[in-house]
């Protein structure tokens, strides 16, 4: 059957509310079904884990324009905030199991509140290589942390995933809101409201030692098991991996929003994995080889796409989009900068939590889309044509729901449209084109911000360099 043609029931996502077919008893029964095998203890600390692992992130990004002032591309700050937590994943997977859990979130959450003391109590007219020192300790903390965390949820079943994911999903909107909050509403200094944040990884800390449930993870260290192991001692044995084979792609999508098999939960399949993957590596490389040429045009692109626009836009573009103070609602210039970043991540944030309801199966109309806004905005900066600052608003707005929705659509699509066999795969290699765009607009970045704003200069329009290190 054509996708276009599904109900929103039979393709496993929830029907628009106020549709024909949208009841308060679909919508319970999913609900319901969603948490009946969910402790709440396990849901609460992951969701916390997701949301303060990727928090310092985004409050680090909030925060460039006050960190380095008008003198340093902000591009900088990103590739410090980046490229660590990159180079992290790359190699760490390979001895990080070495070192048990509660060893790694204790180091991961002291440099991470390291790295943000050391951003805060640095004066502003020192040099800047202690601030980026500051920022690849968190961003080595995060990327570290996300590993750890990801491979803990194999412990803990499927709901434990999808409450990490809505925790960092409400970290890029609680992070932009918190620092837009403690300097522009509370009047907090930019160093107290560091000095603030350096205090959230212990938080991390109690979500680990008090609130998450530490039997299945004793149990499976004792018995040095490999598979996942079930909360409660009576529960059934998991699926025969005939049962797994049969799962519809078309309800792939699904998979976060309700209870079913999965491959941890069978020792027979699991150890069917690793013995493939022992057998004849090389085979198994050029296969993957073959596999990630395949997803190039499909998803890769469109996702690099979209993440390279809209990273340029957010640190190359948007430090020189600034109006007369007397026609915005700011009182300083610094303001414009996280607002911008709130907005952009309010709509991340909507974009991303949506999938239940609205699908996107064409990516690359959503981002070129992106591409557009990037040169829109770019346009403005050069010709000063946008009459306010309220119409930028909405455009950064736009901005966050276009990139969020290409991220989750561009997963959903691999969820249903890559056999079951390769999705694994399909789906971490994926992840990489958003961290390669991010990557490459970092660099764009520190030249296009200088570019704009030398531009801004000679045309009588200043106000770039008028904005000091916080």
């Not at 440099?111 to 003391?117: H, K, N």
């Not at 044509?385 to 909405?394: D, E, L, S």
């Not at 276009?402 to 449209?417: P, Q």
């Not at 990489?432 to 991010?438: E, K, N, T, Y």
Request: aromatic letters at 12%.
């Amino acid at each position: 059957m054509p996708l276009a043609s599904r109900s929103p029931t039979s393709s496993g996502l929830l029907p628009m509310p106020g549709s024909p077919s949208a009841s308060w008893a679909l919508y319970s029964a999913r609900l319901t079904s969603i948490f009946q095998n969910a402790e709440a203890a396990v849901l609460v600390a992951f969701w916390l884990f997701g949301l303060i692992n990727n928090v310092l992130y985004v409050v680090i990004l909030s925060a460039a324009q006050d960190l380095v002032g008008s003198e340093v591309p902000k591009g900088l700050v990103l590739l410090a905030d980046v490229l660590p937590s990159f180079v992290t994943k790359l190699i760490a997977p390979y001895f990080i199991h070495r070192v048990p859990y509660s060893a790694r979130i204790i180091f991961f959450a002291v440099i991470s509140s390291v790295g943000m003391l050391m951003l805060a109590l640095t004066p502003p007219d020192r040099s800047i290589g202690s601030k980026m020192a500051g920022i690849m300790l968190a961003s080595l903390s995060s990327g570290g942390g996300e590993l750890s965390f990801l491979g803990l949820t194999h412990y803990y079943g499927h709901m434990s995933l999808a409450a990490w994911g809505s925790g960092t999903g409400a970290a890029g909107l609680l992070g932009a809101g918190l620092y837009v909050l403690l300097t522009d509403w509370l009047g907090f200094s930019v160093k107290d409201s560091l000095l603030a944040s350096a205090y959230l990884p212990v938080i991390m800390l109690i979500s680990f030692f008090l609130i998450l449930p530490r039997r299945p993870l004793r149990e499976a260290t004792k018995a040095q098991q490999y598979y996942y192991q079930p909360l409660h001692e009576d529960d059934e044995a998991g699926p025969s991996s005939s049962s797994v084979d049969d799962i519809p792609t078309a309800n792939a999508a699904s998979s976060l929003l309700t209870p079913g098999p999965s491959l941890c939960h069978s020792p027979t399949i699991a150890s069917a994995a690793l013995s493939d993957a022992r057998e004849d590596s090389p085979s198994r490389m050029e296969a993957n080889l073959r596999r990630a040429k395949s997803l190039f045009f499909p998803y890769m692109l469109p996702l690099f796409l979209v993440y390279l626009a809209e990273y340029i836009i957010n640190q190359g573009v948007s430090p020189t989009l600034l109006f007369p103070l007397e026609s915005s609602p700011f009182r300083e210039l610094r303001d414009f900068y996280p607002m911008y970043g709130f907005l952009y991540q309010l709509g991340v944030f909507i974009s991303r939590s949506s999938i239940a309801f609205i699908r996107i199966h064409h990516l690359y109309p959503a981002s070129l889309l992106q591409v557009a806004n990037l040169v829109l905005l770019m346009l403005h900066s050069l010709l000063n044509f946008i009459p306010n600052v309220y119409v930028v608003f909405v455009i950064v707005f736009w901005e966050g729901l276009l990139g969020g929705g290409v991220y989750v659509n561009t997963f959903a699509e691999i969820m249903e449209n890559v056999p079951l066999s390769e999705r694994e795969f399909s789906l971490g290699a994926t992840s990489v084109s958003d961290s390669a765009g991010i990557c490459i607009a970092g660099f764009v970045s520190m030249a296009m911000e200088v570019w704009l704003c030398n531009h801004q200069v000679q045309h009588g329009r200043d106000w770039c360099k008028k904005i000091k290190v916080g």
